[in-house]
């Protein structure tokens, strides 16, 4: 589980499509995911492209400035998509916290992308 799990999906759809070689682009959580990608098979992957990695408030270029976090937005998103997760029984609401722990509390872990 974690980045690996996504990594290796993202890597079969790719092989899947028989796209050997691309380009990266990703915003927010994506260059989280860009970078273990790129760790992973280096050689599939022309560029990168990060656009507004997560970040603090300070360091926002956004027009409607917001203070710490932007948790409350994500704790909406993140919970609506959940309930579906556990209605469906695709996941349960222990590994449901877990993800968000992992993902908005933990999150300066070294695969992380941050910016500040």
């Not at 270029?61 to 976090?69: A, D, F, K, V, Y």
Request: charged share 20%; with cysteine; net charge negative.
């Amino acid at each position: 589980s974690g980045w690996e799990s996504y990594a290796d999906d993202q890597l079969a759809v790719l092989d899947h499509l028989r796209i050997t070689r691309c380009a990266l682009v990703g915003s927010c959580i994506g260059p989280s995911y860009i970078f273990k990608l790129l760790e992973r098979a280096p050689s599939r992957f022309s560029a990168a492209l990060l656009l507004q990695p997560i970040g603090v408030a300070a360091a926002t270029t956004e027009p409607q400035r917001w203070s710490g976090l932007n948790t409350s937005a994500s704790r909406h998103w993140f919970g609506a998509w959940a309930d579906e997760m556990h209605a469906a029984e695709r996941a349960s609401e222990g590994e449901l916290h877990a993800l968000y722990k992992s993902m908005y509390i933990n999150c300066a872990g070294p695969d992380f992308v941050f910016s500040a």
